[in-house]
Nanobody
Framework: QVQLVESGGGLVQAGGSLRLSCAAS????????MGWYRQAPGKQRELVAV???????KYADSVKGRFTISRGTAKNTVYLQMNSLKPEDTAVYYC?????????WGKGTLVTVSS
């Protein structure tokens, strides 16, 4: 099993930046994919940026060129650098880890972008 804890959310003006962090504990060496999803009010949860099968990354079209996913020196930490934030980026951001075909989720961190 894996436990995920997110941090770094908050309120920011449009055009600003935030950096989210996700720390994993437990069976971290069994993690296959790890990254970020978000859910805006009244909408379905969607992929933002993930590491797939190691160093490969996948981004939502809406965040390409603005968001960057990265790893810490230890495998158990993933970051999401968010630049040029827009009001439509407002959502709860969740860290996700996949191992042995099971998805694990953090509790989420709220990002609010004011116009």
């Amino acid at each position: 099993q894996v436990q995920l804890v997110e941090s770094g959310g908050g309120l920011v003006q449009a055009g600003g930046s935030l950096r989210l962090s996700c720390a994993a504990s437990g069976s971290v060496f069994s993690i296959q994919d790890m990254g970020w999803y978000r859910q805006a009010p009244g909408k379905q949860r969607e992929l933002v940026a993930v590491f797939i099968s190691g160093p490969n990354t996948k981004y939502a079209d809406s965040v390409k060129g603005r968001f960057t996913i990265s790893r810490g020196t230890a495998k158990n930490t993933v970051y999401l650098q968010m630049n040029s934030l827009k009001p439509e980026d407002t959502a709860v951001y969740y860290c996700n880890a996949n191992l042995y075909a099971l998805d694990y989720w953090g509790k989420g961190t709220l990002v609010t972008v004011s116009s």
